[in-house]
């Protein structure tokens, strides 16, 4: 009797775990993920990160003679990351670079970030770089448009397409 009575008991805790509950939806508003890079893996030849970062600071397209010139000097140094920092601060100091006035970018800090973004990475930004950048600006109120746009130019995701 003693089993009987164990062995209904062991039934009833076995069937009524298994009992299949109701399906639960919740309210999530669906988000792309994109990766921040969206497949880029190509690095940019030194006639492509010439022209390219003159195209965004200037707007215009830069003259072959001067392509070749630039693109030979690089060339002649070894470390090419300190040849890209040499050329981008001498774009820098030419006049006729477009960019945002720093008052500007700071009084609609949302629009200068994706517009920058878009310039310079031919993508959106991402929720977490936007509240990162708003808080670095926040906190470094010295930081100008030409030093990000410098950052920008510089960046690991800016040297490839």
Known sequence: MKKLILLSLCFSLVFSACKKEEDITYGVNQVNADSYNSGKDKLKSTFQYISIVYANLFQKALSANELVEITNC????????????????????????????????????????????????????????????????????????????????????????
């Open 74 to 161: 690089i060339e002649s140094i070894g470390d090419k990351e300190v040849a890209h920092e040499i050329v981008l601060s001498n774009f820098m100091n030419k006049t006729g670079v477009i960019m945002p006035s720093d008052s500007l970018m700071r009084t609609d800090v949302d629009v200068f970030l994706e517009e920058t973004y878009k310039r310079f990475f031919i993508r959106n930004i991402t929720e977490a770089e936007r509240e990162y950048f708003k808080n670095f600006l926040q906190t470094h109120p010295n930081v100008s448009v030409e030093m990000i746009y410098t950052a920008f130019s510089l960046s690991n995701e800016y040297q490839f397409y």
